[in-house]
């Protein structure tokens, strides 16, 4: 059971933002783009609370959030509860909505509503529905970036991070302790004769009388008892507080130690009640959603993948994490397809990508899925750019970087871009289907064997322009001479069917026809560029660099250009700047 849905009204910069959930959410985005916002709205639909005024995109429209709750287990509820709820439940999903009108108005005009599937329409609250979220969703764990880790570890509270592993202590003292906890009754039930027993202390009885007295000196007949229940051992851990100690061994208050420390003990607890929750067997009860904005705060990079695993067990069990991130770490390969990607649109509004899980379910039927899906997993950096150029090369991730930097002054980075590869020419076009389907405006960088042996039969190229057809001609004519083998398609191959290796490898075959053929290959180049697609017009960016394909010299010529400040050592320079310009 779990919100599988939130869709979010006039709340901060969510001004009309719906966004899909899982059991495990990270969030991701720029600075000030409104990830915050969304886990402050999921909290406000789960916790009641009257929002001011600087809470509402506009002060004038109500203010509300919904979602949906799927998998409903109806048994959680009493049976009053359950009757209220089942009539709106379709295919086992209840969606409902908080709803303030406007700023500051009294607590009472918050409500909870549902949807009505048989008005299509949301309906005023029906008796109990309050309630039943509350046992269905109880109060969220909600953990806020810059919040001292003090309040939530720091002093027992039932759903701080203290208190729900003190819970799974106590679930084990009540199983374990039977005859102790009976014993410690006991003797508070002789503490408690103290108090109210025969063998009370007589100040209490002359307290009692005195009082009573200055209350009928006021209202006759009136009198003051005082009475004392013996505790129970739920009421004394609720008491309870936590102090931290150092190498020293002094306990002091966990807001006296730095952030670092704070945080570090702040998300190891954390760990322990997962690790707590899976040996009990998963959270009795309804499903307690963990929000936690910027987790990784403080923590060095191991901590942080200890804390990704962490939460991922949580959302095993009955807890749905949904957090904010800065850190690809606390994504990891494995769920960077399903990461939402907010960003702030022209008009300043939080605005969310589609999942790029969702766009590559459209490309099953291609060949090449498993490794685009591949190369996208592994490029976690891309969920934190808005800017992607996708490279097939080794050469371009290790020099353009550099390139960019020398030319623009800064880095890509800097202006919010990431260089992907991809594991092959072929997989460059689906990875940019993917990407165009999230929102991005993905560009890619390809040798000229791209536009012969992709652009064609992707339709960005027509087989039968006579450019393409010319250079092919030129293979044609000048295979023998080269030494070089053509295949069925007219291009380069290593070798001929008969297994006789070719003189010139295909790359640099097409690097001796980019040499003379270079109006034609010109005008293809600029066709491609039209597409978002750079095409190297020398055959590869080594003909443009002047080196060949070790690390030693690619090394060697990131360095010259470092030192010089300019790329002039490259065989074409302009043409560096102006793929530099060009990104």
Same mark, same amino acid.
């Given at each position: 059971?779990?919100?599988?849905?939130?869709?979010?009204?006039?709340?901060?910069?969510?001004?009309?933002?719906?966004?899909?959930?899982?059991?495990?959410?990270?969030?991701?985005?720029?600075?000030?783009?409104?990830?915050?916002?969304?886990?402050?709205?999921?909290?406000?639909?789960?916790?009641?609370?009257?929002?001011?005024?600087?809470?509402?995109?506009?002060?004038? &429209?109500? $203010?509300?959030? /919904?979602?949906?709750?799927?998998?409903?287990? +109806? =048994?959680?509820?009493?049976?009053?509860?359950? *009757? #209220?709820?089942?009539?709106?439940?379709?295919?086992?999903?209840?969606?409902?909505?908080?709803?303030?009108?406007?700023?500051?108005?009294?607590?009472?005009?918050?409500?909870?509503?549902?949807?009505?599937?048989?008005?299509?329409?949301?309906?005023?609250?029906?008796?109990?529905?309050?309630?039943?979220?509350?046992?269905?969703?109880?109060?969220?764990?909600?953990?806020?970036?810059?919040?001292?880790?003090?309040?939530?570890?720091?002093?027992?509270?039932?759903?701080?991070?203290?208190?729900?592993?003190?819970?799974?202590?106590?679930?084990?003292?009540?199983?374990?302790?039977?005859?102790?906890? &009976?014993? $410690?009754?006991? /003797?508070?039930?002789?503490?408690?004769?103290? +108090? =109210?027993?025969?063998?009370?202390?007589?100040? *209490? #009885?002359?307290?009692?009388?005195?009082?009573?007295?200055?209350?009928?000196?006021?209202?006759?007949?009136?009198?003051?008892?005082?009475?004392?229940?013996?505790?129970?051992?739920?009421?004394?851990?609720?008491?309870?507080?936590?102090?931290?100690?150092?190498?020293?061994?002094?306990?002091?208050?966990?807001?006296?130690?730095?952030?670092?420390?704070?945080?570090?003990?702040?998300?190891?607890?954390?760990?322990?009640?997962?690790?707590?929750?899976?040996?009990?067997?998963?959270?009795?009860?309804?499903?307690?959603?963990?929000?936690?904005?910027?987790?990784?705060?403080?923590?060095?990079?191991? &901590?942080?993948?200890?804390?990704?695993?962490?939460?991922?067990?949580?959302?095993?069990?009955?807890?749905?994490?949904?957090?904010?991130?800065?850190?690809?770490?606390?994504?990891?390969?494995?769920?960077?397809?399903?990461?939402?990607?907010?960003?702030?649109?022209?008009?300043?509004?939080?605005?969310?990508?589609?999942?790029?899980?969702?766009?590559?379910?459209?490309?099953?039927?291609?060949?090449?899925?498993?490794?685009?899906?591949?190369?996208?997993?592994?490029?976690?950096?891309?969920?934190?750019?808005?800017?992607?150029?996708?490279?097939?090369?080794?050469?371009?991730?290790?020099?353009?970087?550099?390139?960019?930097?020398?030319?623009?002054?800064?880095?890509?980075?800097?202006?919010?871009?990431?260089?992907?590869?991809?594991?092959?020419?072929?997989?460059?076009?689906?990875?940019?289907?993917?990407?165009?389907?999230?929102?991005?405006?993905?560009?890619?960088?390809?040798?000229?064997?791209?536009?012969?042996?992709?652009?064609?039969?992707?339709?960005?190229?027509?087989?039968?322009?006579?450019?393409?057809?010319?250079?092919?001609?030129?293979?044609?004519?000048?295979?023998?001479?080269?030494?070089?083998?053509?295949?069925?398609?007219?291009?380069?191959?290593?070798?001929?069917?008969?297994?006789?290796?070719?003189?010139?490898?295909?790359?640099?075959?097409?690097?001796?026809?980019?040499?003379?053929?270079?109006?034609?290959?010109?005008?293809?180049?600029?066709?491609?560029?039209?597409?978002?697609?750079?095409?190297?017009?020398?055959?590869?960016?080594?003909?443009?660099?002047?080196?060949?394909?070790?690390?030693?010299?690619?090394?060697?010529?990131?360095?010259?250009?470092?030192?010089?400040?300019?790329?002039?050592?490259?065989?074409?320079?302009?043409?560096?700047?102006?793929?530099?310009?060009?990104?």
């Amino acid at each position: 059971m779990r919100l599988s849905e939130v869709t979010i009204r006039n709340f901060c910069s969510c001004h009309n933002l719906t966004v899909p959930l899982a059991g495990f959410n990270p969030i991701v985005g720029y600075n000030n783009s409104g990830k915050s916002n969304i886990l402050r709205a999921i909290n406000w639909l789960l916790k009641k609370a009257v929002q001011p005024a600087h809470m509402f995109h506009d002060a004038a &429209a109500p $203010m509300w959030v /919904a979602g949906v709750i799927e998998d409903v287990n +109806l =048994a959680l509820l009493p049976q009053n509860q359950q *009757l #209220a709820v089942a009539p709106f439940l379709i295919g086992g999903a209840l969606k409902v909505r908080r709803i303030q009108p406007f700023p500051g108005c009294p607590v009472g005009q918050v409500k909870v509503e549902v949807f009505d599937h048989t008005t299509n329409d949301w309906s005023d609250n029906p008796a109990g529905l309050d309630n039943a979220l509350t046992v269905l969703f109880p109060e969220p764990l909600y953990i806020e970036a810059m919040e001292n880790a003090g309040e939530d570890i720091g002093k027992f509270a039932a759903k701080n991070t203290i208190g729900l592993l003190l819970k799974q202590v106590l679930a084990k003292i009540h199983a374990q302790n039977a005859p102790a906890i &009976a014993a $410690m009754q006991a /003797a508070f039930s002789d503490v408690s004769a103290f +108090l =109210a027993g025969q063998n009370r202390m007589a100040e *209490l #009885a002359i307290f009692e009388t005195d009082a009573s007295n200055a209350i009928a000196s006021f209202f006759p007949g009136l009198s003051l008892h005082l009475n004392f229940a013996t505790p129970s051992i739920e009421e004394i851990f609720k008491t309870s507080t936590v102090t931290l100690s150092d190498v020293q061994g002094s306990p002091r208050p966990i807001s006296s130690f730095g952030h670092g420390a704070q945080r570090s003990a702040h998300m190891a607890l954390i760990k322990l009640l997962a690790d707590m929750t899976s040996v009990a067997g998963g959270n009795p009860g309804g499903t307690i959603v963990l929000l936690i904005d910027e987790p990784e705060l403080c923590l060095h990079p191991q &901590a942080v993948e200890l804390l990704r695993e962490s939460l991922l067990l949580l959302s095993t069990q009955n807890f749905q994490v949904i957090f904010s991130t800065h850190s690809p770490l606390l994504i990891g390969h494995a769920h960077a397809l399903q990461t939402l990607m907010i960003y702030k649109g022209a008009d300043n509004r939080t605005a969310a990508r589609q999942k790029l899980q969702s766009a590559a379910t459209a490309l099953h039927a291609h060949p090449a899925q498993a490794e685009v899906v591949f190369s996208l997993q592994a490029a976690t950096h891309l969920l934190f750019s808005e800017k992607v150029l996708l490279v097939e090369g080794k050469t371009e991730m290790m020099l353009v970087p550099s390139i960019y930097q020398v030319v623009r002054g800064h880095s890509y980075v800097h202006d919010k871009g990431c260089l992907v590869p991809g594991s092959s020419s072929s997989s460059l076009l689906p990875m940019m289907t993917i990407l165009r389907a999230v929102g991005y405006t993905p560009k890619a960088l390809a040798d000229l064997d791209f536009a012969f042996k992709v652009a064609p039969n992707s339709g960005l190229i027509a087989p039968a322009d006579p450019d393409i057809l010319a250079c092919k001609a030129w293979f044609a004519a000048n295979a023998a001479q080269f030494n070089v083998f053509l295949g069925d398609d007219g291009l380069p191959t290593k070798q001929s069917p008969q297994g006789v290796w070719s003189t010139l490898k295909p790359a640099e075959a097409f690097a001796q026809m980019a040499q003379v053929m270079v109006a034609e290959v010109g005008r293809i180049v600029t066709a491609l560029r039209a597409h978002g697609i750079w095409i190297w017009s020398g055959g590869a960016i080594e003909a443009h660099l002047g080196i060949g394909k070790k690390d030693t010299a690619r090394i060697g010529f990131v360095n010259t250009a470092r030192q010089n400040g300019n790329l002039n050592h490259a065989t074409s320079p302009q043409d560096l700047v102006d793929l530099a310009h060009w990104m």
